[in-house]
């Protein structure tokens, strides 16, 4: 059985897209391949990855990618997490179920690292349950 492909897209790819992927090829197992863009490529963010590490799921070697990069490929689900990459979405045919799901962006919180890590677990925890919620009945 072929694997069901998800794309996730948020303005920048540094945060919450980085952090579904993640979550989704760690949780959903051999039957999902998930992947993510954003409308404009910056940079994985670090604490995106710091949180993802402290439940054992490394994306340290992601990298920000546009959508650009994924153009002619096919993807069932095509899941926008922030307003912006919504409606900056192109319009997908086919089979691909399109959907907006956001999520508070972390990277927007100020204060050192200390203040601003419980928010980066609480959206990574979120999307977490999110996930699961969604995809994982289809696993």
């Known amino acids: 059985m072929p694997r069901k492909k998800i794309l996730f897209l948020c303005t920048h790819n540094s945060c919450r897209s980085q952090m579904a992927e993640g979550l989704a090829n760690h949780l959903l197992g051999a ?21 993802l590490a402290e439940i054992g799921i490394d994306i340290s070697g992601h990298r920000s990618k546009t959508l650009d990069e994924f153009d002619g490929e096919s993807f069932d689900y095509v899941v926008t997490l922030c307003g912006d990459a919504n409606e900056k979405c192109p319009l997908y045919i086919g089979s691909t179920q399109r959907s907006h799901h956001g999520f508070d962006d972390p990277s927007r919180c100020v204060g050192s690292e200390e203040e601003v890590l419980p928010q980066y677990r609480r959206v990574r925890d979120e999307i977490k349950s999110w996930v699961l919620q969604c995809f994982g009945g289809n696993a």
Request: proline share 5%; net charge neutral; no cysteine.
């Open 31 to 51: 039957g999902f391949e998930a992947h993510s863009a954003g409308t404009e490529a910056t940079r994985v963010n670090p604490l995106a990855i710091k949180v």
